[in-house]
């Protein structure tokens, strides 16, 4: 819609976690490389949690992205399996043919062979699941059994689980007590501070393209900032409407009144609220009117005075 108006050759605040978009602030830039490093030393079972929208998706694409030919790597971005149905998807990213009518015995033997066999020549496997907060407590626990598969020195299967902070709360159950064991790294995503929001936006606006000046004032991206808490999805939305309302004016630069414009129509945005010039015109106008009302009776009073 409003690309050609600002000279950028795709969106570049769109919600789908495109790794070409990946930013490496120090949270998440820090996390990619604990990821890196504990896969590399062969670690078994790495937990990387953070609230809704701050990026655990783009950075599980952007670490699959970054692992070399030594990695064999397998997604899971949907987490409500049963354990065989886990098996079973692990399987398939995995290129295994599978009968049928094959058991969970069958399919836990075929992987364990197809794991054994890239271990000789070299290649280390990796499991990624999203949204791991939701997976059933059984198939958690199937997942904690297959981070077993080992052999005298290494392990066969690394897992990185990405995940709300509902997670630490679940594995935090006597039940799933061993899978808690099994961790052997996490990290936390943290939202954007300031700096970050503006480092953010100007990062994404150059991959999409755009070449020219300052496009979102200072101004505009406190309350951006602000109203978007610092969570990465919500500074997209925020900043793709900002980028509408002024598309719609015509105009080519992002004020406070756009970004208002966008908090206003963004129903998880913080309402940045400024006092008195945050009321809407017609009670500025209103106070105005009460004002003048005042100062004419008070010159009345002091002529008849």
């Known amino acids: 819609m409003y690309l050609s108006h600002f000279n950028l050759r795709e969106a570049p605040f769109s919600l789908t976690p495109d790794p070409d978009f990946f930013y490496g602030y120090a949270g998440h830039q820090e996390a990619l490389n604990v990821l890196l490093v504990a896969l590399q030393g062969g670690e078994g079972f790495l937990k990387i949690t953070g609230e809704v929208g701050t990026g655990k998706t783009l950075l599980c694409r952007k670490l699959l992205s970054a692992l070399g030919e030594g990695f064999r790597t397998a997604y899971l971005p949907n987490p409500l399996l049963t354990p065989f149905e886990l098996h079973k998807a692990l399987a398939q990213e995995l290129a295994l043919k599978t009968p049928a009518d094959a058991t969970l015995h069958d399919l836990v033997k075929r992987i364990t062979e197809a794991l054994v066999v890239m271990r000789q020549h070299g290649r280390k496997a990796v499991l990624c699941i999203d949204e791991a907060q939701a997976m059933p407590a059984e198939s958690l626990e ?164």
């Open 142 to 305: 199937a997942l904690r059994l297959l981070s077993n598969l080992e052999t005298e020195k290494q392990k066969l299967l690394q897992i990185v689980v990405f995940a709300q902070p509902e997670f630490n709360v679940l594995v935090q159950g006597t039940d799933l007590r061993q899978l808690r064991q099994r961790i052997t790294f996490s990290y936390e995503l943290p939202p954007l501070d300031r700096a970050g929001v503006d480092g953010y936006v100007k990062h994404r606006l150059r991959v999409a393209g755009y070449g020219g000046g300052q496009l979102f004032s200072p101004a505009a991206l406190d309350a951006i900032s602000t109203a978007s808490r610092g969570i990465p999805r919500l500074v997209n939305i925020l900043c793709h409407k900002a980028l509408m309302a002024a598309y719609g004016q015509g105009v080519t630069a992002i004020d406070p009144s756009h970004a208002a414009a966008a908090i206003r129509d963004t129903e998880d945005a913080l309402p940045a609220r400024c006092g008195f010039w945050d009321e809407p015109l017609h009670r500025w106008l209103g106070a105005a009117t009460a004002i003048e009302a005042v100062l004419l009776l008070w010159l009345l009073w002091s002529a008849l005075a």
